[in-house]
């Protein structure tokens, strides 16, 4: 999937995923996506609830082979 920037969240925990993901949002234009790879299990719901929250569009969520948790949300 194409996206315009990329965050490394691995090895923080929440909340540090979701407020490094707002920080970025915030420095990006409407309809731009924001990759995010996160390590900390708890993000997947985490971000579910972030992208309901804020209007933004949660695009796709998966796990990845090495494991790690991917996110693509689209700014509103």
Known sequence: MNF????DARGLNCPLPILRAKKALTDMSSGQVLHIVATDPGS???????????GNELMSS??????????YIKRK
């Open 44 to 54: 997947v719901k985490d971000f579910a609830a972030f992208a309901k929250q804020t």
């Open 62 to 71: 998966g796990e990845n082979a090495a494991k790690e948790f991917e996110f």
């Open 4 to 7: 315009d920037k990329e965050l």
